[in-house]
């Protein structure tokens, strides 16, 4: 199973991209689902993450209030609304699902998905 992160891409400071994963062949719904990214030298960080039952979220401080994540049950879908965008943001971002309802982000999950570049341009 393939998790498929797609709609990267180039975008100036201040702007906004929405990121989505989706697993055809996947119940997406009953998983966890978490965005992390990865910039040039730097360790992968978890960006936020969505419980797979109530929704219960979790957002890195540097990007709360500017980031949302959210699920479209009935395609099986997750975004990433990224708003107000820092050039600090720029790296490759990775979807992953894991089958822990709770999933906090410390452990390998379950899936992960293709990565995809985001540029923020000062």
């Known amino acids: 199973v393939q998790l498929q992160g797609v709609w990267g891409g180039l975008v100036q400071a201040g702007g906004s991209l929405r990121l989505s994963c989706a697993a055809p062949?996947?119940?997406?719904?009953?998983?966890?689902i978490g965005w992390f990214r990865q910039a040039p030298g730097k360790e992968r960080e978890g960006v936020s993450r969505i419980s797979a039952r109530d929704g219960t979220t979790y957002y890195l401080d540097s990007v709360k209030g500017r980031f949302a994540i959210s699920r479209d049950n009935a395609k099986h879908t997750v975004y990433l609304q990224m708003n107000s965008l820092k050039p600090e943001d720029t790296a490759v971002y990775y979807c992953a699902a894991d089958q822990h309802p709770y999933y906090d982000g410390t452990s390998s999950p379950t899936y992960w998905g293709q990565g995809t570049q985001v540029t923020v341009s000062s």
């Open positions: 062949g996947l119940t997406l719904n009953h998983y966890a």
